[in-house]
């Protein structure tokens, strides 16, 4: 199983960045989907995660600016960022708790993409 993102880059503060990972490999079903995101000299914190039912949770610094969404078809999930803060700079990782076509549950990080907010 591989998480795979894509996205991530450079933009001015008030901008705005869509990034994008997909699952792929032997899988047979994906639990939860997320996003998470590592600064220089800070811990890894929740952006955001998304339930296969679809309920949605957000870190509280991302709230009303950031969207989590997933398309079930393609084995995705998306994270929409809107007026974007240079302390969004980071790291973004995806996250996936995905039960392979063996059933054994696992949690898979994808590789991390930069994100960089400018001032």
């Known amino acids: 199983v591989q998480l795979v993102e894509s996205g991530g880059g450079l933009v001015q503060a008030g901008g705005s960045l869509r990034l994008s990972c997909a699952a792929s490999g032997s899988i047979f079903s994906i639990n939860s989907m997320g996003w998470y995101r590592q600064a220089p000299g800070k811990q890894r914190e929740l952006v955001a995660t998304?339930?296969?039912?679809?309920?949605?949770n957000y870190g509280d610094s991302v709230k009303g600016r950031f969207t989590i969404s997933r398309d079930k078809t393609k084995n995705t999930v998306y994270l929409e960022m809107n007026s974007l803060k240079p302390e969004d700079t980071a790291v973004y990782y995806c996250?996936?708790?995905?039960?392979?076509?063996?059933?054994?549950?696992?949690?898979?990080w994808g590789q991390g993409t930069q994100v960089t907010v400018s001032s």
């Open positions: 996250n996936a708790e995905i039960a392979d076509t063996r059933f054994r549950p696992g949690n898979y």
């Open positions: 998304i339930t296969s039912g679809g309920s949605t």
